[in-house]
Each structure stands twice: as C-alpha cells, then as structure tokens.
C-alpha cells in the first residue's frame, strides 16, 4: 500500500510537468521543439513504467484483500489478468487524453474543451460497460460476493489514482 501511495504522489507531478511546460517562456522554435519532444518522452516512459507498477500494485492489493481459496485462486487470476488487459485499454485512452489537454492547455478552444470532456465522459462510461461485462466472467469463477467484493477493491483503487491525478491537472481556463 505504501508503494501506490509514492505512485499516486509522483504520477501527477509528472502530468503536473506537462502542464508546467506549457507555461515556459518562448524559446526559438527549434530549441522548444527539441526540448518538447525530449520532456514528452521521457514523461511518456516514465508514466509507463508507473502504470505497469501500479498494475503490478493493484494485483497484489487484490490478492491481499479479496479470500480465494487454492482452487478459486487458480481461475481467478487468468480472468483477472484478461480483464486488466481491457481495462489498461481505457486508460491509455485516458492517459491521451490529459496528453492532449495539457499540450493545448493555455490555447484551448470552446470545441476542443468541449470535444475533451465528451471523450472523457465516454470513458467512464466504457469502464462501466467493462465492469458489466465482466461481472459474469468473474461469476464463472468466483460467486457472486467474492465478484461483487474485488469490484469494489477495484473501484476503489481507481478511485484513488483518479482522485490524485484530479488533483493535480488543473481546471480549465474560462
């Protein structure tokens, strides 16, 4: 729990970076876009790295929270190894997203803050489409309040990451 602590303290500072980019006095042209493209790679495999912690974290909070015996055990893992898959999809989605926003941050327009939100929204909506898809995959393995309880340790770990990657990205200029 401590290591996901120190992911979700240092994952928004390097959005935070992002957006502190942004705000950097003008440079010529060739030395910005050098240094853009440098700062936005090592941003990108820094925050891989952090997501693949996270998801290597999340795992072994799952494990440590959610009682399976042996044989449950040995069928929930494949499923919940498949289901990580399609979720991570979502949050690359996201992930673009907060990308996108933060590179148009000081030059936004109204369609593009409105084309931000309707894409953002539809990932939260996709995550509730993923979590009622896989309900019965997990039923198949598990009963229905073993399911029901590691969507609510899964949730609730989403919850966090989102609620300090929330906090750190500022709101969008009127």
């Not at 942004?22 to 820094?46: L, S």
Request: glycine share 2%; aromatic share 8%; with cysteine.
């Amino acid at each position: 729990m401590l290591k996901l602590r120190a992911l979700l303290v240092c994952a928004p500072l390097l959005f935070a970076s992002a957006f502190a980019h942004q705000a950097q006095p003008q440079q010529p042209a060739a030395q910005q876009g050098d240094r853009a493209a440098e700062t936005e790679k090592v941003i990108d495999d820094t925050i891989q790295l952090m997501r693949q912690d996270i998801r290597s974290q999340r795992k072994q909070i799952v494990a440590a929270n959610l009682p399976l015996t042996e044989p449950e055990s040995i069928k929930f893992w494949p499923v919940y190894d498949r289901y990580v898959v399609e979720h991570s999809k979502i949050y690359d989605t996201r992930y673009a997203l907060i990308k996108e926003y933060a590179k148009s941050y000081n030059t936004m327009t109204d369609d593009q803050a409105r084309s931000l939100i309707t894409r953002w929204t539809k990932t939260e909506e996709q995550m509730a489409q993923l979590r009622l898809t896989w309900i019965p995959e997990f039923e198949k393995v598990v009963s229905a309040k073993k399911t029901a309880m590691f969507f609510q340790i899964d949730r609730r770990l989403g919850l966090m990451v989102e609620l300090k990657l929330s906090s750190e990205i500022p709101l969008a200029k009127p």
